[in-house]
């Protein structure tokens, strides 16, 4: 879920409600695309498009859905306070944030 609009490629009206960790209900409006980059071991950041991402305009911050990126065959392992994705058919992983306050922080950038 992503709070700014400019982000989504693609952008398709839909209009979903999502509860948060938190117990909040959220409304999304539209649906798209976002490309991020990871950060990779010694080597030029990795671009890689998130699909279905949901704009919900009253975000303060943008959330990535780790069961998301797993149902697509992707492996998410949380380890030594980093958060790596390990991508279908590829053997590297990619950094995708660090635990800050107790929350995983996107080290990425969202192009």
Known sequence: ?????SLLLNPVRSTKTRILGDGRAVLSTWSGS???SCNRTNRFPR???????????TLDKNLISCSQLAAERNEVIFKDGRCNIKLTQ???LLTLGTEVAGVRDLNGSIL
Do not use: A, C, H, R
């Open 1 to 5: 879920m992503f709070s700014n609009y």
């Open 34 to 36: 976002v490309i991020i």
């Open 47 to 57: 671009k890689i498009e998130l699909k279905n991402v949901l704009f919900v305009p």
């Open 90 to 92: 590829e053997e590297e």
